[in-house]
């Protein structure tokens, strides 16, 4: 390969990780909306019609959950800062232990282990803080 050639390939190497980051940054963006989506379902849910909750369960709850493991995969071809991608991957397992938080309530455990269930609000809320801090990590990404 000529060195011509290889310049050429280097400067599409290059743009297609741009493209890679970009892509994390827009991620990023519908991931804290579809974050902020489960918090008004869940408030449909208990306020209004507890039909919500199967959109709050089902639908926006795997888009919260798998897109996280989607945005690690694009931001490391994207060569995103190693501490940022932890914090998407971290996401992931908040989601996870979401999952098992409410799983008393689910389970009409009674009880102490159903007040477990509690913690389920909380950890929406370090969800919703991570999801904050990413943004502002996402700002610095498209500053450089």
Do not use: C
């Not at 011509?4 to 599409?12: L, P, Y």
């Not at 919260?64 to 998407?88: C, K, Q, S």
């Not at 102490?112 to 990413?134: D, E, K, P, T, Y």
Request: glycine share 10%; no cysteine.
């Amino acid at each position: 390969m000529n060195p011509a050639e290889q310049a050429m390939r280097k400067g599409a190497v290059s743009r297609s990780r741009e493209i890679a980051r970009q892509a994390y940054v827009y991620g990023l963006w519908l991931l804290f909306a579809s974050i902020i989506v489960q918090f008004f379902l869940a408030g449909l849910g208990v306020l209004d019609n507890s039909s919500f909750f199967y959109w709050h369960v089902n639908v926006n709850g795997a888009v919260v959950g798998l897109l996280p493991l989607l945005l690690v995969a694009v931001g490391w071809f994207g060569r995103v800062p190693g501490r940022t991608l932890w914090l998407t991957a971290a996401v992931f397992g908040l989601v996870v232990l979401q999952s098992l938080l409410i799983a008393p309530y689910r389970n009409a455990a009674t009880g102490w282990v159903r007040a477990i269930a509690s913690l389920h609000v909380v950890n929406a809320l370090f969800i919703f803080w991570v999801g904050l801090r990413l943004l502002e990590k996402a700002g610095r990404l498209t500053s450089r």
